[in-house]
């Protein structure tokens, strides 16, 4: 199994552009979940999904932030526009289960993004 | 809601030495957890979770963690530390209110010396 796939690894833009982070999730996982990871504030949840279906994104910061789930093999995360404050890694993690806390989450190798 | 505290943000081991980091949650009813260790310029792996019964985990790469209710506490073990265990550890729960969402402490930077 390839494991959760990100695109792309490294990002670098400018300030007021649009970014598109995506994930593919493991076949067959049916929950999807996206984090941001920075130095002052760790790992915080965005938003998650359950069979394509958003369930919770009250961690998503702004309305500049937005995430799709259009089918079982694909997300994306999409900042527009962008600040530099959005600089951070972003990881996309799967599980198995369709709901449940005990589900493995497994994580992706992030994207890391840096807005100049 | 649950939380999770690392009181360790750097830790620094000589290699063969034992290890122990230290992690503190917040939570109303047993919760889930789990450890997850981060390499550089890696994503997260899971190295054990704890649900319920024998309070002594076992998980990859010789690492236990053993669960303290009266204590609140889910901590990280290894009895001798190798260099390739330089890394960042992760210490979350989850509650089984709260659906799949798991919260994360802030983490420990592992530093392992020759």
């Known amino acids: 199994d390839a494991g959760v796939i990100q695109s792309p690894r490294h990002e670098v833009t400018e300030m007021g552009q649009e970014v598109t982070l995506r994930c593919k999730p493991i076949s067959g996982h049916n929950s999807l979940f996206w984090y941001r990871q920075t130095m002052m504030r760790g790992l915080e949840l965005l938003i998650y999904f359950n069979n394509n279906v958003p369930i919770d994104d009250s961690g998503m910061p702004e309305d500049r932030f937005s995430a799709k789930m259009p089918n079982a093999s694909f997300s994306t995360l999409k900042i527009q526009p962008s600040e530099p404050r959005d600089s951070a890694v972003y990881f996309c993690?799967?599980?198995?289960?369709?709901?449940?806390?005990?589900?493995?989450?497994?994580f992706g190798p992030g994207t890391r993004l840096t807005v100049l | 809601a649950q939380s999770v505290t690392q009181p360790d943000i750097h830790i620094t081991v000589s290699e063969g030495a034992s290890l122990e980091l230290r992690c503190n949650y917040s939570?109303?009813?047993?919760?889930?957890l789990f450890w997850y260790v981060q390499s550089p310029g890696q994503g997260l792996q899971l190295l054990l979770k704890?649900?319920?019964?024998?309070?002594l985990v076992q998980g990859i790469k010789g690492f236990e963690a053993e669960f303290k209710r009266s204590q609140s506490s889910f901590n990280l073990r290894k009895p001798s530390v190798h260099w390739s265990d330089a890394a960042e550890y992760f210490c979350a729960v989850g509650a089984t209110n709260a659906g799949n969402m798991l919260t994360f402490g802030g983490g420990t930077r592992l530093m392992v010396k020759p």
């Open positions: 704890y649900f319920s019964g024998d309070t």
């Open positions: 993690a799967t599980t198995r289960g369709s709901g449940g806390a005990a589900d493995t989450q497994y």
């Open positions: 939570y109303g009813a047993t919760p889930y």
